[in-house]
């Protein structure tokens, strides 16, 4: 079945470091990959999504690649800040479906 | 971006009884809306997949006569706990697409149960 792995956190970080959450996907059928954010005492929000092979989904500074050849979904910040602590979630879609699959959650520290 | 309400935000029932959470779509239509379960510190588990005029989709291992899904219309979801046990507690969240064909879902805050 599909299923989303991601690294394990807690991930505690200094202001302006660099972020790497890594995420891989099974590779089952063409989905759409995506990163959802979940801030402290809020719903997840979407953060960004990519829907096929190489196409790099942005936001706030974020980014991931898709990367078919190592069914891969990074999600990447050059600098991250205080406001950016929260728990992230890779997800991907069903095949032909709305269905989510998601990623155990990372969540993220930053410290001043 | 489209708006999903939950209501209520956190409930807190004694054990035996039933509770009922909404789920809104606030400014587009949903045909389909999910439900998920969260535990502490881990991931959203899929519960049902909810069809507006239809039965609900349970996901294997899920008991749908515990978990009762509603969904009346194009912009309401309710799921209700039936005799609610404290294994029952747990943070229970919707989302939506905004239109149909795309995969991009939107999530409501979600709703803290917890039973004594």
């Known amino acids: 079945g599909n299923s989303v792995t991601q690294m394990e956190g807690p991930v505690t970080l200094s202001e302006e470091a660099f972020l790497t959450i890594n995420c891989t996907y099974t590779a089952t059928g063409y989905p759409s990959l995506f990163w959802y954010v979940q801030y402290p005492g809020e719903g997840l929000q979407l953060l960004l999504k990519?829907?096929?092979?190489?196409d790099k989904g942005s936001n706030k500074g974020f980014e991931a690649t898709y990367r078919k050849e190592t069914t891969s979904f990074h999600l990447e910040k050059g600098s991250v800040q205080v406001s950016d602590s929260a728990v992230y979630f890779c997800?991907?879609?069903?095949?032909?479906?709305?269905?989510?699959?998601f990623g155990k959650g990372t969540k993220l520290s930053v410290i001043p | 971006g489209a708006v999903v309400s939950q209501h209520p935000s956190w409930v807190i029932c004694k054990s035996g009884t039933s509770v009922k959470i909404e789920c809104r779509s606030l400014?587009?239509?949903?045909?389909?809306m999910f439900w998920y379960r969260q535990f502490p510190k881990q991931s959203l588990m899929l519960m049902a997949t909810s069809n507006e005029g239809s039965k609900a989709t349970y996901e294997q291992g899920v008991e749908k006569d515990k978990f009762l899904i509603n969904h009346a219309s194009l912009t309401l979801s309710t799921l209700t706990v039936t005799s609610a046990h404290p294994e029952d507690s747990s943070f229970y969240i919707c989302s939506a697409p905004d239109a149909v064909g795309t995969d991009t879902q939107y999530f409501g805050p979600g709703t803290r149960l917890t039973v004594l």
């Open positions: 990519a829907t096929k092979a190489d």
């Open positions: 997800a991907r879609s069903g095949a032909g479906s709305y269905q989510l699959t």
């Open positions: 400014d587009f239509q949903a045909t389909t």
